[in-house]
């Protein structure tokens, strides 16, 4: 994981300009950017982010960008959850990757509202166990793997209109897409060259 300074930005206000970070000036637009692999800190991050724009407008979309490299996916489906749960509709877009749980959060946008860049790529995988602990706490994690997974493919399934089984046999091994062919398996929309 790389350290970078988070850039500051000058905001236009009615009582006058006001420097605020990024990604606080992108989340008064009604954006939200995930540019990290999703973990416990970064759902709970996303979750009130979605949560908060929810109460400011719940009429109003709301903008998810996503440059996911995967990540928990027990922690993806808190965000799943909240993103079917809030009024407004979550638009989603992908710039960059969309990998494993970052592809699903891709696919769970709102009904075409869904979109990728032109260079983007989503990756479709299974999840997979930690494979540490006892014999007995190992089979408890391949159990819950094998629960999470049927949640995901029907998750998918039910955004990409592909069939469980089809989405089991193409996560066997990584699946890779190319925008357009993301677009084709349902996973988006439209692929976006320019505003």
């Known amino acids: 994981?790389?350290?970078?300074?988070?850039?500051?930005?000058?905001?236009?206000?009615?009582?006058?300009?006001?420097i605020m970070d990024v990604y606080s000036h992108l989340l008064t637009e009604r954006i939200i950017y995930l540019g990290?692999?999703?973990?416990?800190?970064?759902?709970?991050a996303l979750v009130a982010q979605l949560l908060y724009l929810e109460a400011d407008a719940p009429d109003r979309d709301i903008q998810l960008y996503i440059n996911c490299a995967g990540g928990d996916p027990s922690a993806m489906l808190g965000v799943y959850d909240t993103m079917r749960y809030i009024r407004p509709n979550?638009?989603?877009?992908?710039?960059?990757?969309?990998i494993a749980v970052g592809a699903v959060l891709l696919a769970a946008g709102a009904a075409g509202k869904r979109a990728a860049l032109p260079?983007?790529?989503v990756v479709l995988h299974q999840p997979a166990a930690q494979g540490r602990g006892t014999i007995p706490d190992l089979i408890l994690q391949a159990d819950?793997?094998?629960?999470?997974?049927?949640?995901?493919?029907?998750i998918l399934s039910?955004?990409?209109?592909?069939?469980t089984e089809t989405l089991r046999a193409d996560?066997?091994?990584?699946?890779?897409?190319?925008?357009?062919a993301a677009r084709d398996y349902g996973l988006i929309d439209q692929v976006i060259e320019e505003r």
Do not use: K, L, W
């Open 119 to 121: 260079h983007a790529r």
């Open 90 to 98: 979550v638009a989603t877009t992908c710039v960059g990757q969309a």
């Open 36 to 44: 990290t692999g999703i973990d416990a800190g970064v759902a709970n």
């Open 171 to 180: 996560t066997d091994h990584d699946r890779v897409f190319t925008a357009a």
């Open 1 to 18: 994981m790389s350290t970078y300074a988070i850039p500051n930005v000058i905001a236009q206000h009615p009582r006058g300009d006001r």
């Open 144 to 154: 819950e793997v094998v629960r999470v997974r049927a949640d995901i493919e029907h």
């Open 158 to 163: 039910r955004h990409t209109g592909q069939s």
